[in-house]
């Protein structure tokens, strides 16, 4: 019996022996399986931390959308700088018009004897005729008005002004720019009255207004024998050219 008992326990330990065995063989197979495949009891914990990370991934695309929203105000503030510098730019750019650009009348001046030399010779054709010619000598564009006032010494009448001539447009010369007008001293045919020779003679321009003091006036030289005139007396309004003075 006892003998049997002895027999019986050493069986039993050694089927214990082999289960043990068996189930240590079995959990090698099992790490060495999870070794392998690089999961093995580690597949749920991994996929568990992937959900995690799935699940987090919002938060961190937050991150980025906050730092994408400061490059956007970034962005805007700095639009708003080149805004406001394109706005001071093109103020610049008005002021440097209206800076380049001034008024005509602070432009132009009306011409006479203080801004122009004025000359006067007679000429052969038309016949009993004079050229004025006022050339600008100033710094500014200058008017010449209606028409020259003409008077020859102490003379009191003014010569009529030849209403065919007057322009279109006010002559207007620039700086060394000259213009003109002509003069008809005596009538051709005899038919004039009162003639006289005269040794002076004064030019009085106009201002912008008919019959205005246009301001300084021009004594030019005569020739030594003096200029006859008389009461056929007439004068063209201011011309561009000789030949619209001449009426040639």
């Known amino acids: 019996m ?35 495949d690089g999961k093995g009891l580690q597949d749920e914990g991994a996929a568990a931390l992937s959900d995690s990370a799935a699940v987090t991934t919002p938060s961190a695309t937050t991150t980025p959308g906050a730092g994408s929203g400061s490059a956007s ?3 805007t503030k700095s639009g708003s700088a080149t805004k406001s510098g394109g706005a001071k730019a093109t103020g610049g750019d008005a002021k440097g018009s209206s800076d380049s650009a001034p008024s005509t009348e602070g432009n132009r001046v009306t011409c006479n004897g203080s801004n122009a030399a004025v000359t006067v010779q007679t000429v052969s054709r038309p016949l009993n005729h004079m050229l004025i010619t ?17 008077r020859f010494d102490e003379m009191q009448w003014a010569p009529a002004a030849r209403k065919d001539t007057q322009p279109q447009a006010v002559v207007t010369l620039a700086p060394g720019q000259s213009g003109y007008a002509g003069a008809l001293l005596s009538a051709a045919d005899g038919s004039g009255e009162g003639g006289v020779t005269g040794h002076r003679l ?14 300084a006036s021009a004594v030019p030289s005569l020739p030594a024998a ?13 011309q561009q050219s000789v030949s619209d003075a001449l009426g040639s």
């Open 134 to 150: 006022v050339k600008n000598t100033g710094k500014k564009n200058c008017d010449l008005t209606y028409y020259p006032v003409l």
């Open 202 to 215: 004064t030019i009085a321009f106009q201002g912008r207004t008919p019959h205005s003091d246009g301001g």
């Open 2 to 36: 006892s003998s049997f008992r002895s027999t019986s326990a050493t069986s039993t330990s050694r089927a214990t022996r082999r289960l043990g065995g068996a189930a240590v063989l079995a959990l090698a197979v099992l790490a060495l399986t999870a070794c392998q």
């Open 73 to 75: 105000g970034s962005a």
């Open 226 to 238: 003096g200029v006859y005139y008389d009461s056929s007396l007439a004068v063209t309004y201011w």
